[in-house]
């Protein structure tokens, strides 16, 4: 019986030897080495043999033969999986070699290369980085910053709303949000003053691309909030600002305008070397009610905010023409920064 138990072992592993597919080997494994395997069933024969010493050498042969073919099948299945991969590797190729050459690293892109020096330089000026969602609701888009249902100002921004109804809220107040100011309230909402902090962030709007305008864009918000905050402290952190930012031949103005979320409100132009003026944002005076919205006693503190818009000043700074240049990922471009 040890001789028919070495043959059927030894014809097993020639089997798994030649096997050239998983499915075969998958079939093999079912054949030889199952519970109802060839191997297996020579178990059966045990009760025909004389001697105990016979029966015990018997079947220590078969489980050796067993383990032998189920370690064999286990290789050849890790080396047809092994060169399977690698057929598959090869067969998926693809050359993404763009240039004959010494490769080169990449670096940031034009707009996170503005977005990290602005954060550099308003941290340089005592300001700390807020982060708020990019998906919020109408109350910290809109309402909590003085524009009410209703409001003429809201459609300026001609919102991208979203299907998501929060938690005990309503359809239609869920949206992209148009602006980085909702920041603003929940930083209120969640800190006390004194209040010293920038915002940037994505923001979305239904714009139509053109050479100055996207519907995905970036901005940066700025908020102070602390006791005896005027207009000359507002003024005086924007000229900071453009200094550190421009250089020192840049300065900048501040010229009366409107914000439903600032009072008094102004925009702030700076002006190049060669003397033209550059509208860069808004800014004023945080609205009372705004101080309310976020929690705040405006009989006690008061402050200043003005935001602006990242990729503008990325476009300003390198003379960009066309904003959409920005984005189209043409490496002929992006190289140059």
Same mark, same amino acid.
């Given at each position: 019986?040890?001789?028919?138990?070495?043959? $059927?072992?030894? !014809? &097993?592993?020639?089997? @798994?030897?030649? +096997?050239? *597919?998983?499915?075969?080997? =998958?079939?093999?494994?079912? /054949?030889?080495?199952?519970?109802?395997?060839?191997?297996?069933?020579?178990?059966?024969?045990?009760?025909?043999?004389?001697?105990?010493? $016979?029966?015990? !050498? &018997?079947?220590?042969? @078969?489980?050796? +033969?067993? *383990?032998?073919?189920?370690? =064999?099948?286990?290789?050849? /299945?890790?080396?047809?999986?092994?060169?399977?991969?690698?057929?598959?590797?090869?067969?998926?190729?693809?050359?993404?070699?763009?240039?004959?050459?010494?490769?080169?690293?990449?670096?940031?892109?034009?707009?996170?290369?503005?977005?990290?020096?602005?954060?550099?330089?308003?941290?340089?000026?005592?300001?700390?980085?807020?982060?708020?969602?990019?998906?919020?609701?109408?109350?910290?888009?809109?309402?909590?910053?003085?524009?009410?249902?209703?409001?003429?100002?809201?459609?300026?921004?001609?919102?991208?709303?979203?299907?998501?109804?929060?938690?005990?809220?309503?359809?239609?107040?869920?949206?992209?949000?148009?602006?980085?100011?909702?920041?603003?309230?929940?930083?209120?909402?969640?800190?006390?003053?004194?209040?010293?902090?920038?915002?940037?962030?994505?923001?979305?709007?239904?714009?139509?691309?053109?050479?100055?305008?996207?519907?995905?864009?970036?901005?940066?918000?700025?908020?102070?909030?602390?006791?005896?905050?005027?207009?000359?402290?507002?003024?005086?952190?924007?000229?900071?600002?453009?200094?550190?930012?421009?250089?020192?031949?840049?300065?900048?103005?501040?010229?009366?305008?409107?914000?439903?979320?600032?009072?008094?409100?102004?925009?702030?132009?700076?002006?190049?070397?060669?003397?033209?003026?550059?509208?860069?944002?808004?800014?004023?005076?945080?609205?009372?009610?705004?101080?309310?919205?976020?929690?705040?006693?405006?009989?006690?503190?008061?402050?200043?905010?003005?935001?602006?818009?990242?990729?503008?000043?990325?476009?300003?700074?390198?003379?960009?023409?066309?904003?959409?240049?920005?984005?189209?990922?043409?490496?002929?471009?992006?190289?140059?920064?």
């Amino acid at each position: 019986m040890l001789t028919e138990i070495t043959a $059927a072992r030894d !014809a &097993a592993l020639v089997e @798994i030897e030649v +096997a050239d *597919a998983l499915d075969h080997i =998958a079939a093999l494994t079912t /054949r030889l080495a199952g519970k109802k395997g060839e191997l297996s069933l020579l178990k059966r024969q045990l009760g025909s043999l004389d001697t105990v010493e $016979a029966k015990k !050498a &018997a079947g220590q042969a @078969i489980n050796e +033969a067993i *383990a032998a073919v189920g370690e =064999a099948l286990d290789q050849r /299945r890790r080396l047809l999986t092994m060169e399977m991969l690698a057929a598959r590797v090869e067969a998926e190729r693809l050359d993404l070699t763009e240039f004959v050459g010494k490769p080169s690293r990449g670096h940031a892109h034009l707009v996170t290369q503005a977005w990290e020096r602005l954060e550099d330089v308003f941290i340089g000026l005592g300001f700390r980085v807020a982060e708020g969602p990019e998906v919020e609701t109408d109350w910290h888009n809109f309402e909590a910053l003085n524009m009410g249902e209703g409001h003429p100002a809201r459609g300026e921004f001609d919102t991208l709303f979203v299907d998501h109804v929060p938690p005990g809220g309503k359809p239609g107040t869920t949206l992209l949000r148009t602006h980085t100011s909702p920041v603003q309230i929940r930083t209120m909402l969640n800190s006390e003053p004194p209040i010293y902090i920038v915002a940037p962030g994505r923001v979305f709007r239904r714009d139509t691309p053109d050479a100055t305008h996207m519907p995905v864009f970036h901005q940066i918000e700025g908020l102070v909030v602390d006791r005896g905050i005027t207009m000359a402290d507002l003024a005086g952190t924007i000229e900071a600002f453009t200094k550190a930012f421009f250089g020192s031949g840049f300065t900048s103005r501040l010229r009366p305008s409107y914000f439903p979320f600032t009072e008094p409100s102004a925009e702030f132009d700076i002006q190049r070397p060669n003397g033209d003026w550059i509208e860069l944002g808004g800014c004023g005076m945080v609205h009372p009610n705004v101080l309310r919205a976020g929690g705040i006693d405006p009989e006690e503190w008061s402050g200043f905010a003005f935001g602006f818009g990242i990729d503008r000043m990325a476009k300003e700074r390198h003379g960009v023409e066309d904003i959409r240049e920005m984005y189209t990922n043409d490496i002929r471009f992006l190289e140059q920064f």
